[in-house]
């Protein structure tokens, strides 16, 4: 009998404006330097439109492919269309290559363990508030009496310490 597969995943959530692009993007580099393969997936809630009208792939998704798959010598990209519901975290996953690690930017509600990016400069109410599957907070004042003592606080300057948490902590997403 098999397994399902399982998918290694660790999040990185925060308020608009915290650093959380800025952190991955050092992040990714030293998970790579590592021998880790990454992915990531990048969540917003901005309507985004890759195509361009007039291209080939924006004539075939406007008359009416539920999918477009855009190759090229060094890159695909599908897109889909979501005429229902938008797709959860799992489903997103399910449709990627496994790999050693995915990053998650953004599903902060969803994703099972995340690293807050908290910078209290911003003016934002911190989300380790009111989720519980926050499990760090990555932050640029590491001695702010305000940061709850029963979660770890990481450097958010050192990437090198958060990807070795990141890739301790991450949790198995089980596959269909």
Known sequence: ??????????????????????????????????????STIKHTHHDI???????????????????????TPGRWVLQHECTDTP??????LACMRRTDLVVVEG?????????????PATGKEPLFRHQDNIIAIATDT????????????????????IADFAWRHACSVVLD
């Not at 195509?51 to 924006?58: C, H």
């Not at 599903?107 to 910078?119: N, S």
Request: proline residues 10%.
């Open 1 to 38: 009998m098999s397994h399902p597969p399982r998918q290694a995943v660790i999040g990185i959530t925060g308020r608009s404006g915290s650093g959380k692009t800025h952190l991955l993007s050092r992040l990714l580099p030293v998970l790579r330097a590592r021998g880790l393969a990454v």
């Open 107 to 119: 599903f902060h509600a969803t994703t099972p363990a995340c690293i807050e990016v908290y910078r």
């Open 87 to 92: 797709p959860s975290l799992t489903d997103l």
């Open 142 to 161: 590491p001695h702010d009496p305000a940061l709850p003592a029963h979660l770890p606080v990481l450097d958010v300057n050192d990437a090198g310490a």
């Open 49 to 71: 439109d890759m195509d361009r009208p007039g291209k080939d792939s924006w004539l075939h998704r406007n008359a009416g492919a539920a999918e477009v798959m855009l190759a």
